[in-house]
Structure formats: C-alpha cells, structure tokens
C-alpha cells in the first residue's frame, strides 16, 4: 500500500478532534443543533490551520444527522474522504472561469441523491475570476433550499464585497505552538515513536501556526530517522539546515561581548556547515526577536516560544542587551535581508553584518557619549572650521 502522509492520517474528523479552532466547531455545531445553519459560509485563515477540513466536518454534520445507521457511517467515510456526490470540493485555482461556475450552478438545482443538503466546498476561491464570481452571486443571493456553500481563502481581501456579504464569515486564527506541540505528541504516540521535549517543540514552532506544515517537517524527519537513531533536534538542525542552536547562542554571545572577530569566527561555522545565508538571517532575526521580548518583557513571559530548559539560557543572554540595542540589530537584519538578493557579493555584505552587529554596543555609547558633551565639544570634534583668507 501507498504511504499516507501525517497531514492527511491525522486529519480532524469531527468538531471533538479540531485542534485550534475549537471556538468555530462549537459555533457550527451549535448552528446545527439549533437549526440555524445559514446557506453560505466564508472560511478565512492562513495556509494548514484546518479551512478545508472544518469544511468537510461541517458538511459530514449538515448531512448525517443520525450517526448510528450504517448509512450515515458510509455518507461520513465518503465525505471525510472527498468522495461523497453530494459534497462537490472544487478547485477555483484550476477552475475559476465563468464556465466552471455556470456548470456548478446548473448542476445545483438538482436535488442532493443521499444527504440532506447538496454543498459546494470551493477552496481558494479568490482565484475565480470576476465573471466567474458574478455568475456565483446570481446563485447565493437565492440559493435552493437544499444548496449550501462553504468557500474557503487565504486572501479575504480579493473576495468580492458582495459575495462576502452573503455569507457568514469565520476567521481561524493562526494554532498556538503549544497547540501544536501536544498535537504532534499524539502523532508520535499512536505511530509508536518517542521524542525529546525539545525537538517536538521546535518542529512545533516551525510550523509558524500552521498544523499541516509541522506535521509535514515531522514527516521529513521520520523519512530521514535511521535504525536506532533519537528523534532530538539535532537530527532536525542537520535535515533542514538549521543553525545550531549553541552556536548561535555562541554568535549572538559574539555580538554582546563587542567582538567582531569572534563574530566572523562564529557565523563562518555556521555557513561551513552548509546554512544558507538567507536561513541563517531569518534564525538570527527570530533569536534577537526572542531575546528582545524577554528583554522587555521579562523571563517568564509567555510571548516567546522556549522550553522551560532554554528560558533560563535565553534570560541570561538577553541580560547582556540593552533593549534599543536589540531592536536595531533586528532592523539591520532585516534590511541587509531584503538587499542580499541584489548584492554582488552576498557574503560580504552578509560579514560586514556581522561586524556591525558586534560594534552596536560600542557605536551606541559612543552616539550616547558625543550627544551629551557640551555643544563647543561635539563642535570641536567635527573639525574647527577654515579660517577666510
């Protein structure tokens, strides 16, 4: 048999397992309990926090009322799978003309052959084109009774005003890391595998809010596990190219000491290891990030994502910053970020980064030093000017 990837075996099947938008399945459930389901919905979230399959649970709900017949248990398998005739998923990536849209509204006069209601689950549907959108608002301002609709973005804003407006809108939000963490957990669990606190964490939060993306990381990781080898962030560091995370610390130790050399020594390490300079700039722009907050913030805030083992590591770097120090460090990450890409020699600007993050302390003292002296002092640093001849 085929292998069947983490993202698709561990799909929410009901409201009960819907991990991070427990807030939208107790709302649809209770719609459906108390016969107050409206004929069009619009699913707004970012990419794997669970839009589609929200869809389809809400459309297995909507059309098998009575779980217990041995009918309603083939109608939910086949709509859980993509399969059933009554629920239509569609494409609008791939079908997004206005003859797509003219074929689904013809066909939706018909009556539902199984289910309760015939409902057309359209992902992306910002994609249709503006024709194709027209077509579907002739449909939804007086829908059959028996038609529903669930149409699912990433880009509410290229929705159409009218189209939005006739249907109840549900924003998912973006799944918290620990959410995920605990997810993952279970995942593990039931594949019989074990794996450190750390490196559940980590493959938790880079999935940056997004359950399908962690799962598919930890899917890479378990193609990558050999015979007898743990599954700790070590394995996940060398599959994906990440820094380490002590020689980062090292790094970033680098800039608080005020040493360039070390600096340079540091983040050659890293590139030598084969971590694209771009991977690498996005690591340290999250690490400094880390390091503000908790600056700001305090160790015990609940704004970064750290195990408790980290937290202390984190907080005795971060007492080696000044706060300011830290957001400019991140802005200057980021603009040599965008610049690389036309750099002519990348690895230069990348190293010349490098110093200037380590001389931050000492340029910041020296600007705090020439702005309080006196006005006759900071003139006469500037050089005293030409006498006229």
């Known amino acids: 048999m085929s292998y069947t990837v983490l993202a698709r075996r561990y799909?929410?099947?009901s409201f009960d397992e819907v991990v991070g938008q427990e807030h939208i399945a107790r709302t649809l459930r209770n719609a459906i309990e108390l016969d107050r389901t409206a004929h069009a919905y619009l699913f707004v979230g970012t990419r794997g926090v669970g839009k589609t399959s929200m869809a389809r649970i809400f459309a297995r709900a909507l059309n098998t009322r009575d779980s217990d017949t041995d009918g309603d248990e083939a109608i939910a398998r086949a709509i859980m799978a993509g399969e059933d005739v009554d629920v239509i998923e569609i494409d609008a990536a791939s079908n997004r003309g206005v003859d797509d849209a003219r074929e689904m509204i013809a066909n939706a006069t018909y009556r539902p052959m199984l289910g309760a209601y015939k409902i057309y689950i359209i992902d992306e549907v910002h994609m249709l084109t503006r024709e194709a959108f027209n077509t579907l608002l002739k449909t939804m301002e007086e829908p059959p009774e028996h038609v529903k609709f669930i149409l699912c973005t990433t880009e509410a804003n290229k929705v159409p005003a009218t189209i939005q407006s006739r249907c109840q809108r549900f924003d998912f939000r973006t799944i918290n890391t620990d959410a995920i963490a605990a997810h993952l957990a279970s995942v593990l669990k039931n594949e019989g595998l074990t794996a450190t606190g750390e490196l559940i964490h980590a493959v938790a939060r880079?999935?940056?809010?997004?359950?399908?993306?962690?799962?598919s990381i930890l899917d890479r990781l378990l193609a990558a596990l050999e015979p007898e080898q743990t599954l700790d962030v070590?394995?996940?560091?060398?599959l994906l190219g990440l820094p380490e995370t002590q020689v980062m610390?090292?790094?970033?130790?680098?800039?608080?000491?005020?040493d360039p050399a070390a600096a340079l020594a540091g983040s050659d390490e890293l590139l030598r290891r084969g971590i694209a300079i771009d991977q690498l700039l996005i690591s340290l722009a999250d690490a400094l990030r880390d390091l503000?907050?908790?600056?700001?913030?305090?160790p015990g805030t609940g704004l970064v994502d750290v195990?408790?083992?980290?937290?202390q590591e984190m907080a005795e770097l971060a007492a080696r910053f000044d706060a300011a120090a830290l957001v400019h460090m991140i802005a200057l990450v980021e603009s040599v970020g965008l610049s690389m890409k036309n750099a002519i020699s990348p690895r230069a600007i990348f190293d010349a980064l490098m110093v200037r993050l380590a001389m931050t302390e000492k340029l910041a003292d020296a600007a705090a030093l020439l702005q309080s002296a006196p006005a006759s002092a900071r003139t006469a640093s500037r050089g005293s000017p030409a006498k006229k001849a």
């Open 11 to 13: 799909r929410s099947q």
């Open 249 to 258: 610390n090292g790094l970033i130790g680098a800039f608080a000491g005020s």
């Open 307 to 311: 195990t408790e083992s980290g937290r």
């Open 292 to 298: 503000m907050v908790v600056s700001v913030c305090g």
């Open 206 to 215: 880079l999935g940056r809010g997004s359950m399908r993306d962690a799962l």
């Open 234 to 238: 070590d394995l996940l560091e060398r």
